[in-house]
């Protein structure tokens, strides 16, 4: 793998693993997408994840965007303290 193909992946990984509850559940449908077969090459990927995020239903994202506002309603209740004995 190059160095550029190298900082795609690690740009990816960054961006999957610096987001919230809304970003791991999307991303985690888009991965049954993307890792459906086996991938060839850095340009396979880009072609996947953008056709995934082209196909991508609302009510997922919707669904997404619920789960968040169920975990944001304790952290607001607990002052941004402690929450999730709250969930």
């Known amino acids: 793998m190059g160095y550029y193909q190298r900082k795609l992946y690690q740009n990816v990984s960054y961006v999957i693993h610096q ?11 888009m991965q049954q997408c993307v890792y ?31 789960q968040w506002r169920d975990r944001l309603r304790p952290c607001v209740r607990a002052g941004g303290r402690q929450f999730e004995h709250m969930l």
Not at 20 to 27: A, L, N, Q, R, S
Not at 38 to 58: A, M, Y
């Open 19 to 29: 987001n919230g509850p809304v970003d791991y559940k999307i991303w985690g449908v």
């Open 36 to 66: 459906e077969t086996k991938i060839c090459d850095i340009f396979d990927l880009q072609r996947r994840l953008t056709q995934t995020c082209v196909d991508f239903e609302q009510n997922v994202i919707k669904a997404a965007i619920d």
